[in-house]
């Protein structure tokens, strides 16, 4: 009698023919020919007793709908819920996330000089579009209106940040800011202001006008969308 558990074995990374395993594909062609499941695969290295790499990885991009960007913003328990998925394989996917993350932002800042509304939109609307919360930030600028930091100030719930004009300042203080100018996402992707925005950008620039770190504009970033209280005359 033919066994089961045998019979529905899935096929290991080693019994593909060697043109369609993801390291040998890369070795040959580079990274940019591999998909994101055998990219994936790369990174979390081995299947588990029953599955590849490479399916273990679909499996990991079909948890949302969203594929290859939920991954953005999950954590180390969600991804331990996929069956082959241990703290260890998890960890690896985190890291190498964060990696992109922080080599795409540096690039994107550095030394970039803000003229209008529209180059902040643009450095952070991928980054901060997809968050699950409130995220409060600033963006210190020198003498010359370029970026010298980025700092997160507080992450919020839904539909809601708290901000102390304290914690805003001190740090700009301490990176020695000549200006700054707000940011914060809209998790429900609508990026109009409500009035805790305005009132809490009222407070920045009055504490900004007596300390000398003068408050620029307030962006809000939505779902491929934002808003410039400065462009909409809102200060």
Avoid: W
């Amino acid at each position: 009698m033919e066994n089961n558990l045998y019979s529905e074995k899935s096929f290991t990374i080693k019994e593909l023919p060697e043109t369609e395993r993801p390291r040998e594909k890369l070795y040959s062609n580079g990274p940019g020919s591999l998909s994101n499941e055998e990219l994936l695969a790369i990174i979390i290295r081995t299947g588990s007793r029953t599955e590849s790499s490479v399916e273990l990885s679909k499996k990991v991009l079909s948890l949302d709908n969203r594929g290859l960007v939920y991954l953005r913003d999950t954590t180390l328990e969600e991804l331990m819920e996929v069956k082959g998925i241990g703290k260890c394989k998890a960890a690896q996917i985190l890291s190498a996330i964060e990696i992109g993350k922080r080599i795409n932002h540096h690039t994107a800042c550095e030394k970039v000089k803000i003229t209008q509304p529209a180059t902040v939109a643009n450095l952070f609307m991928d980054e901060m579009r997809y968050l699950q919360k409130e995220h409060f930030r600033i963006i210190l600028l020198d003498t010359k209106n370029q970026i010298i930091a980025k700092e997160e100030i507080s992450i919020g719930t839904l539909n809601a940040s708290i901000v102390h004009p304290r914690d805003v300042f001190k740090i700009a203080i301490k990176r020695n800011a000549n200006s700054m100018i707000l940011i914060h996402n809209h998790p429900s992707g609508d990026p109009t202001p409500s009035k805790e925005d305005i009132s809490i950008t009222n407070r920045l620039m009055e504490v900004g006008n007596l300390v000398g770190i003068k408050v620029l504009d307030h962006i809000i970033i939505g779902d491929r969308d934002y808003i410039s209280f400065k462009e909409k005359n809102i200060i």
